[in-house]
């Protein structure tokens, strides 16, 4: 598609399991990020994939959080052991990289996980 | 502590009218500012940058300006119409940190016939 594709839309589960959630981003843009929007917050960066770089994950809350793009493309966010803390909308974000602070990011739909 | 104001109520204007939503901050000294819509259940959507030394960027019925000495940005939406009726989120970036954007926590504007 055009767009930044995510998955699942949604995802209910049990505290302390795991969950992984899927972002497609556009095809061509090398710059990847992950940001979380809590009810009544703001987006709250998690991580930032550039190219062949070292990520930027400065914003992981803990070591219960992971992500990885394989290939320069898609990209999956690992949440391990689960807390209710967790419950948020995950939205993937991509734009034409370079590292410059100057692109416009365009995002999917996100995911919106419910820790029960 | 860094922070990223924009208000917190809600903004109810009749049609027509001029919606102007702002976005203050402290402790940063960004790059460039974003504006970005919100409707429910999507994702952000992209409308206008701007950079440090610009003051003003116009786009179709919207305009932003952005005053670094106020560390304050004001977005303008002209001749407004319900279907403008979003969340509108700011959003900074700054040299060297990669384009990751630092966002407000966003005003809901509703326009009324």
């Known amino acids: 598609g055009a767009g930044v594709s995510q998955s699942p839309s949604n995802k209910v589960t049990e505290k302390g399991k795991d969950v992984e959630l899927r972002c497609d981003p556009i095809?061509?843009?090398?710059?990847l990020y992950w940001y979380r929007q809590s009810l009544g917050q703001g987006l709250e960066f998690l991580i930032y994939?550039?190219?062949?770089?070292?990520?930027?994950k400065s914003g992981l809350p803990s070591d219960r959080f992971s992500a990885e793009r394989t290939g320069g493309s898609v990209s999956t966010l690992t949440i391990q052991r689960t807390q209710q803390e967790d419950s948020a909308v995950y939205l993937c974000?991509?734009?034409?990289?370079?590292?410059?602070?100057?692109?416009?990011?365009?995002f999917g739909d996100g995911t919106r996980l419910s820790i029960l | 502590s860094q922070k990223i104001e924009q208000n917190s109520e809600a903004l109810n204007i009749q049609e027509g009218k001029t919606a102007t939503l702002t976005c203050n901050y402290t402790?940063?000294?960004?790059?460039?500012l974003q504006w970005y819509r919100q409707d429910p259940g999507r994702g952000p959507v992209f409308l206008l940058l701007?950079?440090?030394?610009?003051k003003e960027k116009r786009k179709e019925r919207l305009k932003v300006t952005f005053d670094t000495t106020l560390k304050q940005s004001l977005f303008h939406i002209t001749a407004s119409q319900p279907a403008d009726s979003a969340t509108y989120l700011c959003?900074?970036?700054?040299?060297?940190?990669?384009?990751?954007?630092?966002f407000g926590t966003g005003t809901q504007l509703k326009v009324e016939l």
């Open positions: 974000a991509s734009s034409r990289g370079g590292g410059y602070s100057n692109q416009p990011q365009h």
């Open positions: 095809s061509g843009h090398t710059a």
């Open positions: 994939f550039q190219g062949n770089s070292a990520p930027d």
């Open positions: 402790n940063y000294s960004p790059a460039y």
């Open positions: 701007i950079r440090e030394n610009e």
């Open positions: 959003a900074l970036s700054f040299e060297g940190g990669g384009n990751k954007l630092t």
